[in-house]
Structure formats: structure tokens, C-alpha cells
């Protein structure tokens, strides 16, 4: 079954503890991307990546990394976590027609 | 920058009606996908419908179906026989088109009622 998997689904955290946000899909697409979703103001692009060792800024990227070493992963990592980085997180990976698989999310809460 | 806009943060219908979810858009390009999402409370994403700028015929996949007048870039979602279970968060989004592949930009999301 083709699909896109994050983990976690839910992460609480407190200000300045690293994290990192897996992301893995299994369609073999060389475009992955990661979202993040706020109340009024949708969902917006912070990262995305055309191929390995190959990523470029989206409209929110600061804050965050990203890395692409494998085709298949594209993970999301929090340097230093800050309560403005609360939010709903979704990666993507993007197929035919720029077609996007989305994961299931992940919620993450900073204190 | 690319732009996204969507004007109505709610709206609502009665069962079996037909409703218009409003989406306008800002590029230079002249080749771009067009999209609408559908998020459920489960707050998974899922594509609804896509629209090719160079094609001029609308769109349509079952009950959906798509207004997209290229010259005044807007890109409307018609959702016909409406179900109860079209109740959710509906995005549109552009592509950036040209060479820009896979940077999109999305809507801040229309909350869809359906009443029984």
C-alpha cells in the first residue's frame, strides 16, 4: 500500500530540547515536503526536497532542518524548540503532477 | 511571492443542496496545478480535485467539480447533492509552475457545514 508514515503522531516537549520528526513514504517520488498548519492561516510549506542531498526553503523555514540523505526519508528536526513552533505538522510526498501524499500529522506541543 | 487566497472561513449547507467553496490565486506563471484538499476532524489530507492551468475544461470528479477562470485567476469548488459526509476543512492550493516543482502554496481553509 503506498504511503506516507510519520512518527511521532503527538510530541510534548519543553523550549530548547531537540527533536526530530520522522517522515517515510514508499512511492519511490524524488519530491518530499513537510507543512505546518495553524488556525486562519492554513497549511504552509517550511521545507521542501527534489531529491537526495537536494532541498531548497519554503515560506516558514526558519527554526527548522531538514535532511535527505535516503530517498525514501525526509525527516523534520527542531533545534532548539520554541513554544511558536506549536503546531500540526504534516510531510508530503509528491507524486505525478505535483499530486501530494500526505502523512497523518504530527501534533506537537512546546512548553 | 505566490499567493493563495480564500475568502469564506465558513460556510454551510443543507444536505442534497449544492455549494460554492471560493479560491483565488496570484502567479506570473502560465503553466501551474491547482488543487483542493478535503481535511476531516480525522485531519487527514485528502486530494479532492486537480486542475491543469493550461487546460481550459473545468475539472469534475463525481459531486465535485471546479470553476477556473485562468484570466481572473479564482478556482471554485462546486460540491453537488451535498453529504454529510463532505462536512470538513476544504484548501485550496497553487503550485509555483515553471521550474519550481513541488513548492506550493496553500489557502487558509474553508470550514464546510453540511446539515442534515
Known amino acids: 500500500e503506498a504511503q506516507v508514515t510519520q512518527n511521532p503522531r503527538y510530541l510534548i516537549t519543553v523550549t530548547g530540547k531537540k527533536l526530530t520528526v520522522t517522515c517515510s513514504q514508499n512511492?519511490?517520488?524524488?519530491?518530499m515536503s513537510w507543512y505546518r498548519q495553524d488556525p486562519g492561516l492554513g497549511l504552509r510549506q517550511i521545507y521542501y526536497s527534489m531529491n537526495v542531498e537536494v532541498t531548497d526553503k519554503g515560506d516558514v523555514p526558519e527554526g527548522y532542518k531538514v535532511s535527505r540523505k535516503e530517498k525514501r526519508n525526509f525527516p523534520l528536526i527542531l533545534e532548539s524548540p520554541s513554544p511558536n513552533q506549536t503546531s500540526l505538522y504534516f510531510c508530503?510526498?509528491?507524486?505525478?503532477?505535483?499530486?501530494?501524499?500526505f502523512g497523518p500529522g504530527t501534533r506537537l506541543l512546546v512548553l | 511571492a505566490q499567493t493563495v487566497t480564500q475568502s469564506q472561513p465558513e460556510m454551510s449547507v443543507q444536505e442534497a443542496e449544492t455549494v460554492t467553496l471560493s479560491c483565488t490565486y496570484d502567479?506570473?506563471?502560465?503553466?501551474?496545478?491547482l488543487f483542493w484538499y478535503k481535511q476531516p476532524p480525522s485531519r487527514q489530507m485528502i486530494l479532492v480535485i486537480r486542475?491543469?492551468?493550461?487546460?481550459?475544461q473545468n475539472a469534475t470528479e463525481n459531486r465535485f467539480s471546479v470553476n477556473f477562470q485562468k484570466a481572473a485567476k479564482s478556482f471554485s469548488l462546486k460540491i453537488s447533492d451535498s453529504q454529510l459526509g463532505d462536512a470538513a476543512m476544504y484548501f485550496c492550493?497553487?503550485?509555483?509552475?515553471?521550474?519550481?516543482?513541488?513548492?506550493?502554496?496553500f489557502g487558509q481553509g474553508t470550514i464546510l457545514t453540511v446539515h442534515p
Open positions: 508530503a510526498s509528491i507524486g505525478p503532477q505535483e499530486t501530494q501524499y
Open positions: 486542475q491543469e492551468a493550461y487546460k481550459q
Open positions: 512511492m519511490n517520488h524524488e519530491y
Open positions: 502567479t506570473s506563471e502560465s503553466d501551474y496545478y
Open positions: 492550493g497553487s503550485d509555483a509552475g515553471g521550474t519550481s516543482y513541488g513548492k506550493l502554496t
